[in-house]
Every structure is written in C-alpha cells, then in structure tokens.
C-alpha cells in the first residue's frame, strides 16, 4: 500500500489523530480528566450492562462483553469522540422474545446481521437522513430518554425475595439506600463548586462506598445483581442453521434492532455535538456501530448502541477526545477479568445516585418554558414524543415525531398558496395569474381553486416566478387546470417554469413560454418517456 493510498484510507474511516489529543495539548493534567473520566464511564456501565442483560434474558457476561467491545470499537472508529456506547435498554427489551422463543444462539447471529445492515446503512451515507428530525423532536427525545432513565434507576429498589418474586427494599436498608443516593448526588452537585481537580461523580462513587464499607452497612450493591467475574471472550459463531428459515426468524428483529440503535446512536451524537460543538460524522457513526455489532455477535455479546447517560456522565467529567472512551472500555474489562471482587462491592445507590444526576443534566428543563411560546404544534410533538418515548421506545417516538411534524409543515404550507391577478401587460385582453407559494400535493386542492375558468378571457397566463413547483402531484394539478381552460375553448400560457418541468408536463408541456429568466431548481420526480411514468 502506498503512502497516498494509506493516507487515503485513514481519512476515509474518518481518522483525526486530534480526536485522540485534548485541544488545549498532551499535558498530564488533561489526559488525567480523560482517564479518570472513563474510569467513571466505566464505573456506572457494570450495573447498566447487567440489568440489560437480564432484561433481554441472556447472561450478565453478554452485557459486560457487549458494553466492552461496542464501546472499544465505536470510541476507536465512531463519528463523535466523547460519545459512549454499549448495551442498552432499548435493545434489550426488543431482544426478549427472540430470546424466550429461539434462545440466546439466535440473539448472537441476530447482532451479526444487526451490525450488517447498520453497515449497509453507513456505505450509503444514510446517517445524512437524521438532519431530517426536527428540533421539537429533539427535545422530546432528550426529555423522554431523560425519564425512562430515571425510571429504570427506581427499580434498583428492588430486590428477590425468599419465593424468587420480586420485591421493594424495606425497612433501614430502604432509608440508608436513600441516604446513600443523596449522598452522592449532593458530592457531585458541591464538590465542582470548590475543586475541579477530580471528577465529581467519581469521587462520589468511591466516598459512598468507603462510607458503606467502613460502617458496615448492608445495602444492595454490585455483586448483589451478578458476578462479574469473568476471562476474555471467545470468538464463536453462533450455532444457528445457516438456512432460509433462520433468516426467516432473524431478519425482522435485526431491521428493528439496527433501526432503534442508529436512530439512538445519531440522536446522541448530535446531543453531544451540541454540548462539545461539533458537527457532522453520521455516516461514520453508522460504520461503526455496524462494524461493533457484527464483531459483539461473534463473541456471545447482546449488541448495543450510543448510550446517552454515559455520553453525558462522560463530556460532563471532562471527556472530550476518543481517550475516555477507549480507557472506559479497557477499564470494563479489567474489572471483568481481575477486580471483580472490588467491584462488586460498590453500593447500587451510589450508582443511582450518579444516574439521577444524569437525568437532571439531561432533561431539557428549558422545554417547560418553550412550550408557553413555540407555536402549538410544536408543542403538541415536544409533548408526543417525550410520552412515546416512555410508553412506547425511542424508534417509534422519533418515527411519530418526524411524521407529525412533516405533517403540520406540510399543512401549513398548503396555506400559503394563493394568487395575484392582473390584466397582462404585453399580450392585450390576457389575464396573468402570478401564483405564490409552494405548489406540492398538499396545495394543490387550494391551487386549483383560485382559477375561474368560466370567468376569465381567453387567455390567460399563469406565472411561476414566486412559486415552486414540487412534486408530481404539483404538475398533474397545472394540467388539470389546463384541460379545463382547453375544454371550454381558452388558452392557458405557463411562464417561469424549469426545464424539467417542461419534459414532465406531458400534455400541457407546450403550453410552457420559455423566458430567459427561468429557474433552475428540479423537481422531486423524473419521467420515463419509454415508459410513460413517473418514478421517484
């Protein structure tokens, strides 16, 4: 490989040597926020991982091994340095039933074909697409995530008891838990206040547990979930009959899976674009989580994407370049194969503690106030989406919010056509139409209505310099306007019209009067004149 050719692939997968260096320099102080910040990362994903795991039905190990390798891979490769992944909730409760009815061997080939289709979606550059969600959707998101995170923390109350049924916590362990979750958030909110020197969350962490440890108090922790205890995982395919009928069975949650996980994943990086100003990189996130999931399905791990609590645990603590992420993951896997002992001992409530403290950054409190001053259907999706998001899941949500908001936009617009007439200037006894507004199938009722054909003269001229002519159904509405002039024996002239317009008007296309000042914009069809039909 030459050295143009190296230099080339490197750019391609999307490599900046300056995403693994803090802006301000290589000085000790700045990689020692980045370290300490993916030590924290790490610290909160054990839980996360576990509980996932438990809710898709696989083994805690597939978690830890999904939140290891998704995250090693995607901060190596991903489209935003900061940004942190691994198993997720959103996943997981899509996994459940593949799980309960195939078994865990056709979850692992599932991830597989997950992590293909995510990367058929970064080869076509399909992560582009997410520009399409609206800032009202953005907020719901944020708002709704915000909650289910919340809401899954409460459920670390819980515990099993003697009849195997899950149970709240009683009694002290229940008040000194609460204690304990204060605690820790109050450490985190004082302690930036007089030094920034360590990472609040987590000085949180190791205070809440030494505190517990010293006095023994006994409240669930880690070890409490599961062991994570654990060696390196093994590279297997998944034991599966390669056939038809496993496709059959796999493919559909595979689509819904690598859908949830990269409409997650692109949230979040815009999310944490916001927050550490930079733009772009969707394309590459797709490659990447498709690159991670396909590699997590060969080694028994339950797949993942972007995880926004994490993702703000970490730019919060100073994360800013692809170091904490990377150190984040090779943490998590030095706890599974040497200090799992030590890790299982860190209270739960400290860890609910650092979770609800996310939920506060992550809410968009400021929503509350724009919803008295956007318009009302902005309003009505910021309120939506948030509710789906908790009710439902993220993928639906953002889908509803996107289709609600293309709705309204297109609603509105179909107000904006209208007309203004006048006499014609350069042909004598003629009548000119000088439309508004854009013409696309939502207007076209309202455009038709503004002719009167048995009204006007003989000639009329219907003048597009202030509109634009959109889709299809735009021009199928001009020639109906045309046919019925031409019906009662009037002449229809169409000015300021682009040349593609010309070609797809196929009855009324010479009626088009070519100006020199015509524009150049296309319109969203083409026409196959061997075929006679319009196409996308």
């Not at 290891?68 to 198993?87: K, N």
């Not at 969707?282 to 995880?307: D, I, K, R, W």
Request: hydrophobic share 50%.
């Amino acid at each position: 490989m030459t050295k143009t050719t190296l230099a080339s692939f490197v750019k391609s997968i999307g490599f900046n040597a300056q995403d693994y260096m803090p802006k301000e320099g290589a000085s000790f102080s700045l990689f020692r926020v980045e370290i300490l910040s993916g030590l924290t990362v790490a610290l909160a994903l054990v839980p996360e991982a576990i509980a996932f795991a438990f809710v898709a039905g696989v083994a805690p190990l597939s978690g830890l091994y999904a939140a290891f390798i998704v995250g090693i891979i995607t901060a190596l490769v991903g489209g935003r340095p900061g940004m942190i992944s691994g198993a997720t909730g959103a996943l997981a409760v899509v996994m459940v039933s593949l799980v309960m009815d195939h078994g865990a061997q056709y979850l692992f080939a599932t991830v597989v074909l997950m992590g293909i289709i995510q990367l058929i979606a970064g080869i076509f550059k399909l992560g582009k697409f997410i520009r399409m969600v609206p800032q009202p959707v953005m907020l719901g998101f944020v708002n709704g995530l915000a909650i289910v995170i919340g809401i899954s923390q409460i459920n670390q109350f819980k515990t099993i008891n003697a009849t195997g049924e899950s149970a709240w916590i009683t009694g002290n362990t229940l008040i000194y838990s609460i204690g304990f979750v204060v605690l820790t958030m109050s450490i985190i909110w004082l302690l930036p206040k007089l030094t920034k020197a360590l990472p609040s969350t987590l000085v949180a962490i190791l205070s809440t547990t030494i505190l517990v440890l010293a006095f023994k108090i006994d409240i669930p922790s880690v070890g409490d979930l599961a062991s994570v205890k654990g060696g390196l995982p093994n590279f297997l395919i998944p034991d599966v009959p390669l056939d038809f009928t496993t496709l059959k069975i796999i493919f559909p949650y595979a689509f819904i899976l690598a859908a949830i996980g990269l409409i997650e994943s692109l949230l979040t990086l815009n999310l944490v674009g916001e927050i550490t100003n930079k733009r772009g990189g969707a394309s590459q996130e797709c490659l990447a989580q498709g690159l991670a999931n396909t590699v997590t399905g060969f080694f028994g791990g339950m797949g993942g994407c972007a995880m926004i609590g994490q993702s703000m645990i970490n730019v919060k603590s100073g994360g800013r370049t692809r170091i904490a992420g990377i150190v984040s993951a090779l943490f998590l896997l030095l706890f599974i194969l040497y200090t799992s002992s030590l890790i299982e001992l860190i209270p739960i409530a400290a860890l609910v503690g650092v979770m609800f403290m996310v939920v506060i950054g992550t809410f968009a409190w400021n929503s509350l106030k724009i919803l008295f001053l956007v318009p009302r259907s902005d309003a009505l999706v910021i309120i939506l989406v948030t509710v789906v998001t908790v009710v439902e899941d993220l993928a639906v949500a953002v889908i509803v919010g996107v289709i609600v908001s293309a709705l309204v936009f297109a609603w509105k617009s179909a107000s904006r056509i209208r007309a203004i007439e006048r006499p014609s200037i350069r042909e004598k006894g003629a009548k000119v139409y000088e439309i508004e507004g854009p013409l696309f199938f939502s207007s076209t009722n309202s455009f038709i209505e503004i002719f009167k054909p048995s009204e006007d003269p003989d000639v009329i001229i219907i003048d597009f310099a202030r509109s634009k002519v959109i889709d299809q159904s735009a021009l199928k509405a001009i020639e109906d306007i045309a046919d019925k002039y031409n019906s009662i024996g009037k002449k229809v002239k169409l000015r300021h019209l682009t040349r593609d317009c010309h070609k797809l008007l196929s009855r009324a296309g010479q009626l088009v009067v070519d100006s020199d000042d015509d524009p150049d914009y296309g319109v969203a069809v083409d026409y196959d004149v061997k075929l006679g039909i319009f196409g996308k």
